[in-house]
């Protein structure tokens, strides 16, 4: 007896791949994606100077405002300088002296012109008369120049001592405190402060998403906080370039929190919405008839 024939494999392992592959495209996008909640805006608030920290004014957890101290450097050389130069810039006895003495010069020259003009005087008087003048003009010039150089003085000091303290760059809340009471910092941030009015939201969506999410769209997002409830933010930003590892692209929302109720940090779920949509039956259409 013959053994039967054997059968070849292949027409049953392209019918696997075929049902895969059907499988793989029936297979719907998920339509809630974890995401992650982080602040706005994030800074490391550092002195662009060398210095001492001579007072604290924030720590940890404290909400600050924009402009509001957080911290100073001891300023004792750097406010010396700016009085100094504050008192150069308000001294006005050397302008007064210049002008009374242009004053004097311009007299003389008025009265040697007259006497010239009667003979009295020689023409080497008025000459040296009219330099006399226009030596005192030029110092009073050179005088009031000084003054605006004193002036000008006055601001450089001034934004060297403002360099000493330290100021929140914007709203939020200080997330770390890095310096100490006699600390010497010269390159080393001093606070990191976290902006916590206006969250931003980023998760990794699917390539089949692509497409049908767009900016301005709003999405429902559930933190994983016991007892918060579902906020609801706009996409701002969506990844024109995807990955290609994953077969991915990312989006940023911002999820507003003015009441600052929801905390940074924060893993959720964001429901996309699009199953409902995809579920929801066509709007009926009138026809020909109907319409008429």
């Known amino acids: 007896m013959h053994p039967p024939p054997r059968r070849s494999p292949l027409p049953w392992v392209g019918l696997s791949l075929a049902l895969l592959a059907t499988a793989s495209q029936a297979q719907p996008a998920p339509q809630a994606l974890a995401c992650l909640i982080q602040p706005a805006q994030v800074a490391e608030v550092g002195s662009a100077v060398i210095g001492v920290v001579q007072t604290l004014q924030a720590d940890r957890g404290d909400r600050v405002q924009k402009g509001q101290v957080l911290a100073t450097l001891r300023s004792e050389v750097e406010r010396a300088s700016a009085e100094a130069a504050q008192s150069r810039a308000r001294s006005l006895g050397e302008l007064r002296g210049a002008v009374a003495a242009l004053d004097l010069a311009e007299l003389r020259r008025d009265r040697a012109r007259s006497l010239k003009d009667e003979n009295f005087v020689s023409a080497q008087a008025l000459e040296q008369a009219e330099a006399e003048f226009r030596v005192a003009r030029e110092r009073v010039a050179q005088v009031r120049e000084a003054l605006r150089t004193a002036t000008r003085e006055v601001d450089t000091?001034?934004?060297?001592?403002?360099?000493?303290?330290?100021?929140?760059?914007?709203?939020?809340?200080?997330?770390?405190?890095?310096?100490?009471?006699?600390?010497?910092?010269?390159?080393?941030?001093?606070?990191?402060?976290?902006?916590?009015?206006?969250?931003?939201?980023?998760?990794?969506?699917?390539?089949?998403?692509?497409?049908?999410?767009?900016?301005?769209?709003?999405?429902?997002?559930?933190?994983?906080?016991?007892?918060?409830?579902?906020?609801?933010?706009?996409?701002?930003?969506?990844?024109?370039?995807?990955?290609?590892?994953?077969?991915?692209?990312?989006?940023?929302?911002?999820?507003?929190?003015?009441?600052?109720?929801?905390?940074?940090?924060?893993?959720?779920?964001?429901?996309?919405?699009?199953?409902?949509?995809?579920?929801?039956?066509?709007?009926?259409?009138?026809?020909?008839?109907?319409?008429?």
Request: one cysteine or more; a positive charge; hydrophobic letters at 45%.
């Open 157 to 292: 000091s001034e934004a060297q001592l403002a360099q000493r303290t330290l100021r929140a760059p914007f709203d939020g809340v200080v997330v770390e405190r890095y310096a100490n009471l006699g600390e010497r910092f010269e390159e080393k941030a001093l606070f990191r402060i976290a902006a916590v009015a206006l969250l931003r939201v980023e998760l990794v969506a699917p390539l089949p998403l692509f497409g049908q999410l767009k900016v301005g769209q709003k999405i429902q997002v559930t933190p994983e906080l016991p007892g918060a409830q579902v906020r609801t933010a706009s996409i701002v930003q969506i990844d024109q370039v995807l990955d290609p590892a994953s077969n991915t692209f990312r989006l940023r929302l911002d999820l507003p929190n003015a009441d600052g109720s929801l905390p940074a940090g924060l893993r959720c779920r964001a429901d996309l919405g699009l199953a409902a949509a995809a579920k929801a039956p066509p709007a009926p259409q009138m026809n020909g008839a109907a319409a008429r």
